[in-house]
């Protein structure tokens, strides 16, 4: 038996480990989907997966219960596959190596997969314990949440018929979260014939930028980060405009939801600028240690190598400029935080992906916003940026924030009950990440929820960890709110 099976409680530490034993990452959910139609089937409870592969449970009430409204538990069953750099583990094929280490559970170099498993293993608890008391429970564990939420999107109407839903999902125990941010993926794209090059006379150098802290671009991204992209932007708009360089490709950020922390670009230089090239380029490093010293505290990495194939091609000159200028100008960051809630973002956006090579050129972006009439306003300005420099600009995958309802019956009540079990006011409060809340709310307008979880470290990353006295917290809350839901 695994320590962590006997961590309190066992019914839901249990249920955690058989989850991590299960490869489980986004696009490859089958495995645990059988697993949990599998596990409700022992248990007695009506299960199925729907069209969108999302998997659905029901438990009738416990005695004396039946004439409660019926509730919703909900978390996600994927999870972020990330490992550290030499790590051999196989997400789609083995189980996770989860230790205890103090008061934390942590999975040796990878994710630890307690976003979100924590939230399913609380569900699976309470389908399995009989002695917990509640009213008839749905259960509903959706697919692929962390790369776009796709099971939340294909939630039929109809398929559930829970008043209530609380969802599983949040980092920080003792934290209510009762609204989020809507998003919309922009998306620049344009095709070009590349221009031949005469390598005489030319040097090629790679601009590498890395080592920045970049980070969610929803949950972090009022913190003034360094963004790759933009820094390369700077640097390249100084030496494009001065003719010592010239553009041949350029490839920054790789997801759509975090903040860019890596760019290389690479750039042909009359051999006579070499020179004054390589200054430029250090004295923009000066300049944004400057700038981002109390920030990027890890420091980073900018360079410019020297490397010994001159490429044959490159942008041709004026579609460059255009590109470069679109790029600069384009909105980065927080646009406005929330007038009513003013420590909370209302509406950002990250230039997340940029690829220029081969005659093609994309640029990537998330806009976030609370407010659907800010994030439209936020998308246009891409739109006439990007138009501007003879790119195709697309809008694809918005989905809907949640906006927080202060008279909901169920923060009152759930404030209350948290009050009542351990002696402080919870932080009820929205953030501005997505949660499956407000997707799923389109379907269900008239379903009451709340999101909240125990604490977590680092999702999405190799530190991640789950701290484990906030788990019980967590359960028996879960469990309290459960017995106070009302009576129809
Ligand atoms: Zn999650």
Redesign the pocket.
């Known amino acids: 038996m695994n320590p962590i099976e006997e961590l309190t409680p066992k019914v839901v530490w249990k249920n955690f480990y058989a989850l991590t034993q299960i490869p489980r990452p986004s696009g490859y959910t089958e495995k645990v989907a059988n697993f949990l139609i599998d596990f409700a089937q022992k248990n007695g409870a009506e299960a199925f997966i729907d069209e969108a592969g999302n998997v659905i449970m029901k438990k009738g009430a416990t005695p004396g219960y039946e004439d409660r409204e019926t509730t919703v538990l909900q978390?996600?069953m994927d999870?972020?596959p990330q490992k550290t750099k030499d790590c051999q583990h196989n997400f789609e094929t083995d189980p996770l190596d989860v230790y205890i280490d103090g008061d934390w559970v942590r999975a040796r170099n990878t994710t630890l997969g307690s976003?979100?498993g924590m939230?399913v293993a609380a569900a699976m608890a309470i389908i399995e314990d009989n002695t917990v008391e509640h009213g008839p429970i749905e259960v509903l564990i959706t697919k692929d949440?962390?790369t776009g939420m796709e099971g939340a999107f294909g939630l039929k109407a109809g398929e559930l018929s829970g008043k209530y839903l609380l969802n599983m999902?949040s980092?920080t125990e003792g934290e209510i979260t009762i609204g989020c941010a809507g998003g919309m993926d922009i998306l620049c794209t344009m095709t070009y014939q590349e221009m031949n090059l005469n390598p005489e006379g030319m040097l090629a150098y790679t601009i590498t930028i890395k080592g920045l802290l970049g980070g969610h671009s929803g949950i972090e991204i009022h913190k003034g980060r360094a963004n790759a992209n933009k820094l390369m932007a700077r640097i390249l708009f100084a030496a494009v405009n001065t003719n010592l360089a010239c553009l041949c490709s350029w490839h920054g950020g790789n997801m759509r939801n975090a903040i860019p922390r890596e760019c290389e670009a690479i750039v042909v230089v009359p051999k006579d600028k070499q020179e004054e090239f390589l200054a430029l380029v250090e004295k923009c490093k000066n300049i944004f240690l400057e700038e981002f010293k109390d920030i990027e505290t890890n420091g980073f990495h900018l360079t410019a190598t020297l490397s010994q194939n001159v490429p044959e091609k490159a942008v041709p000159q004026e579609i460059q400029e255009n590109l470069i200028n679109a790029i600069l100008t384009a909105h980065d960051g927080v646009l406005r935080f929330t007038p009513s809630m003013p420590e909370l973002v209302e509406t950002s956006c990250n230039l997340a992906i940029i690829n220029i090579a081969d005659g093609k050129a994309e640029v990537i972006t998330l806009a976030r916003s609370s407010q659907d009439s800010m994030k439209q306003y936020l998308c246009n300005q891409y739109i006439a940026c990007f138009s501007m420099a003879g790119m195709e600009v697309k809008l694809e995958g918005g989905y809907s924030g949640w906006q927080p309802n202060p008279s909901s019956p169920l923060v009152a009540m759930a404030s209350d009950i948290y009050e009542k079990m351990y002696g402080t006011k919870p932080n009820v409060c929205a953030c501005h990440a997505g949660?499956e809340c407000g997707i799923i709310g389109v379907n269900y307008p008239d379903m009451d929820m709340i999101s909240y979880g125990p604490t977590l470290v680092s999702?999405h990353t190799p530190n991640e960890a789950c701290l484990i006295p906030t788990v019980e917290k967590f359960y028996n809350y879960t469990l309290e709110i459960l017995k106070n839901i009302p009576k129809k």
């Open positions: 978390a996600h999870m972020v976003d979100d939230g949440e962390e999902d980092e949660l999702p």
